[in-house]
């Protein structure tokens, strides 16, 4: 079974700039989380997705970050602009959204930012 | 508000002695418990986690892990520490009501000396 899949494993933009990253969850999994993990921290979430619909995005920087799952699959998240402070690893997890949030969460290998 | 302390920034253990890396969790309701590792420039693995049911939890590459509600902890533990077991491992939980988001500790580096 394949996993996680992310793209790309490393980007170096200047502050200001935009960037994408892009994630394919494992096939059949409806829950979909994004996490940013600075250096030395845990990962933090910033969305979840279950199919296309986002069910949390309390802790995502609006101003400045944006996600979309149009078709329920896979899901890209932006920044714009970014930040020096958004140096970080971005992670993307799925589950198969079992009942109760019992489910383990798998995660893709994630994208390291670099903000110059 | 739901929470993880893991105490311990690195533990360090020789090859062949038992490990345990120590999780402290607070959450509203019944806490879901996990634990996953991390090797350098890939993502997080999953090692196991605690739903019910016995407090002793079994999981991948010989790891376990003991729930205690009284203490409110979930440690890591390990009879034999092999080398390759040196990575850094995350404890999270998430509460029981629905919420579904996990909340992960700091992370403990272990170091296997051989």
């Known amino acids: 079974e394949a996993g996680v899949a992310q793209s790309p494993r490393y980007k170096i933009i200047e502050k200001r700039q935009s960037v994408a990253f892009w994630c394919n969850p494992i096939?059949?999994?409806?829950?979909l989380y994004w996490y940013q993990q600075i250096l030395g921290q845990g990962p933090k979430l910033l969305i979840q997705?279950?199919?296309?619909?986002?069910?949390?995005d309390s802790q995502l920087p609006k101003d400045r970050f944006s996600a979309e799952r149009l078709k329920g699959v896979d899901s890209t998240l932006k920044i714009q602009p970014a930040k020096l402070e958004d140096s970080a690893v971005y992670l993307c997890?799925?589950?198969?959204?079992?009942?109760?949030?019992?489910?383990?969460?798998?995660f893709g290998p994630g994208t390291r930012l670099t903000v110059l | 508000a739901q929470s993880v302390a893991q105490p311990e920034d690195q533990v360090n253990v020789a090859e062949g002695n038992p490990l345990t890396v120590k999780c402290t969790y607070s959450?509203?309701?019944?806490?879901?418990l996990f634990w996953y590792v991390q090797y350098p420039n890939r993502g997080l693995q999953f090692l196991l986690k605690?739903?019910?049911?016995?407090?002793l939890v079994k999981g991948s590459y010989g790891f376990e892990a003991e729930f205690n509600k009284s203490q409110t902890s979930f440690h890591l533990k390990k009879p034999s520490a092999l080398v390759s077991d040196s990575a850094l491992y995350f404890c999270?939980?998430?509460?029981?009501?629905?919420?579904?988001?996990?909340?992960f500790g700091s992370g403990t580096r272990l170091q296997v000396q051989p």
């Open positions: 997890a799925s589950s198969p959204a079992g009942p109760g949030g019992t489910d383990t969460q798998y």
């Open positions: 096939s059949g999994h409806a829950t």
């Open positions: 997705f279950q199919n296309n619909g986002v069910v949390d």
């Open positions: 959450v509203s309701g019944n806490p879901y």
């Open positions: 605690y739903i019910t049911g016995d407090n």
């Open positions: 999270a939980v998430r509460d029981g009501t629905g919420r579904r988001a996990l909340t």
